[in-house]
Nanobody
Framework: QVQLVESGGGLVQAGDSLRLSCAAS????????ISWFRQVPGKEREFVAA????????????EWADSVKGRFIISRDNGKNTVNLQMKSLKPEDTAVYYC????????????????WGQGTQVTVSS
């Protein structure tokens, strides 16, 4: 069982930066892929970025959606049980509720692969 809590959302202007944090509690955090998704009303939850456990030791790699590649960075701190999403050069189309999720299944880019979700944090980017 893993519990996830997001923080760091807010209202910013286009071009600004924001850092979201996902704090996890529970067992075996380091053995999960932790990803960020986002959702706007009326649309499906969209993959943003993943910190993927390779299944071997403490080896991870990252993947991003094309829409955020080069602007967002995902990082993990197993000592603190957190995964952060550093967002730069924000655009109005980045406005959404951002969720972190934990899971072990593939493919990592779809929501149904994840077993645990946080409550979400709102990010609003004004033009």
């Amino acid at each position: 069982q893993v519990q996830l809590v997001e923080s760091g959302g807010g209202l910013v202007q286009a071009g600004d930066s924001l850092r979201l944090s996902c704090a996890a509690s529970g067992r075996s955090f380091r053995n999960y892929t932790i990803s960020w998704f986002r959702q706007v009303p009326g649309k499906e939850r969209e993959f943003v970025a993943a910190n993927i456990w390779t299944g071997s030791g403490r080896t991870y790699y990252a993947e991003w959606a094309d829409s955020v590649k080069g602007r967002f960075i995902i990082s993990r701190d197993n000592g603190k049980n957190t995964v952060n999403l550093q967002m730069k050069s924000l655009k109005p189309e980045d406005t959404a509720v951002y969720y972190c999720a934990a899971g072990v299944r593939r493919p990592f880019g779809i929501a149904r692969s994840y077993d645990y979700w946080g409550q979400g944090t709102q990010v609003t980017v004004s033009s």
